[in-house]
Structures are given as C-alpha cells and as structure tokens.
C-alpha cells in the first residue's frame, strides 16, 4: 500500500497570502495519478486537481498542482476567504487500492 | 441533476451488521466504477471499496476486508455496502464516490454524495 503523508498538519496563513501543501508518497506513484480535494466543515470533498497538476472542473486558476514520483504540491497562489479549509491528496496509480494523505488544515491566522 | 443520495446509516451495536445504499441520478449509472470512502469523526479520508461498472470486478480495503460486500443493482442505479462483524473503528460517515472514467476502476472522484453515519457502540 502506498502511504501518502502530507505536511504541515496546519497552515495559518492569512487571505492573500500564498500556500504550498506537500505530500509525500511511500513510493512513486505512477504516471503522476495523485489528485487533490478541498473539504469544508459539514462538506463534502470537493474535486481541485488530478492528473497532479490538471484542475477540475470549475477550480480558480489560484490552485495548482506539481511534482512527481515520491513528491508533489498544491500551491493556492493568493488565498481567498472561501479557501481556508482542509486539503487532502489521493494517490490512484496503484492496480489494488487507493489511499488519501492526512490532510492540512489551512486556517486562518 | 448529477448526484447521488446515501441512505442506511445508523447506531449498530458492535458485532452488528449494516447494509449502505447510494442512489444515483443523472447519469449513466452502469457505465460507470463506483466507490465507498469513510470518514471517521474528526479524522481523515479513507477508501473502503470500489466496484466496476457491471459489477464483475470488486476491490476492498484491508480494514475491511472479509467483512463488507460492495454491490450493485444497475436497473435500479444503487450502489451496495454490505457491512458485517462491525467494530468501533467503522464508526465514520460513508460516502459513495463516482470515477469520471468509463474504463477505469480505482481512480479519483468527481462526484460525491453527501454521506450517511454509520455509528458502532453499545
């Protein structure tokens, strides 16, 4: 099973400022299949990025996504009221089982 | 409208036995993998369970396995979850999530439904 582990377990940031998400893979995912959701409390996940670096349907173009193998990264260029929340990654390049990392909190500072 | 509706949640009592369902709308329903994820009170996202499109193929956690059957019933577009021998680390919400692929299995989610808690105590 492939062990995502994303850092920092919080980001207190302010709106506008600039975030950098990191999850790291226990092994190379495969041909970059690691997505990225954005949770709200009392919300459903919500699609931002798969592919590593294509975004989903509807998704501001502040959100991007980069990396590979062993390690990628969700950058929100200029945080938006409506984007402090929790964000997870979720690998699919395994033929048997998917997994999601641990997720960081983005709040407000 | 696109969107799927779970149902069947509940307090069980440990060892007890639960069965989910995830009514589908607005889009094909057969032609599409399926999944159930779970989320525990205060914790992270976690896979359960994926199903393809008619059914043929199944795939499971190891959390889980031996002990829940994903199902589906294509002619009445619902998604099954089949939980038995249930223990308090099942305690979660229960979410069913569609593929956008029409050729892949264990692929990401584009559309989730709005959850249903499952709650394991005595």
């Known amino acids: 099973e492939i062990v995502l582990t994303q850092s920092p377990g919080t980001l207190s940031l302010s709106p506008g400022e600039g975030a950098t998400l990191s999850c790291r893979a226990s092994?190379?995912?495969?041909?970059?299949?690691l997505a990225w959701y954005q949770q709200k409390p009392g919300q459903t996940p919500r699609l931002l990025i798969y592919?590593?670096?294509s975004r989903a349907t509807g998704i501001p173009d502040r959100f991007s996504g980069s990396g590979s193998g062993t390690d990628f990264t969700l950058t929100i260029s200029r945080l938006e009221p409506e984007d402090f929340a929790v964000y997870y990654c979720q690998q699919y390049g395994s033929s048997h089982a998917l997994t999601f990392g641990g997720g960081t909190k983005v709040e407000i500072k | 409208e696109v969107q799927l509706l779970e149902s069947g949640g509940g307090v069980v009592q440990p060892g007890g036995s639960l069965r989910l369902s995830c009514a589908a709308s607005?889009?094909?329903?057969?032609?599409?993998?399926m999944n159930w994820v779970r989320q525990a009170p205060g914790k992270g996202l976690e896979w359960v369970s994926a199903?393809?499109?008619?059914?043929?193929?199944?795939y499971y956690a190891d959390s889980v396995k031996g002990r829940f059957t994903i199902s589906r019933d294509n002619a009445k577009n619902t998604l099954h979850l089949e939980m038995n021998t249930l223990g308090a680390e099942d305690t979660a919400v229960y979410y069913c999530?569609?593929?956008?692929?029409?050729?892949?299995?264990?692929?990401?989610?584009?559309?989730w439904g709005r959850g249903t808690p499952v709650t394991v105590s005595s």
């Open positions: 199903i393809s499109g008619n059914g043929a193929s199944t």
């Open positions: 607005g889009f094909s329903f057969s032609t599409y993998a």
């Open positions: 999530a569609k593929v956008p692929s029409v050729w892949l299995i264990l692929w990401y989610f584009d559309l």
């Open positions: 592919g590593t670096s």
């Open positions: 092994q190379s995912v495969s041909s970059g299949s």
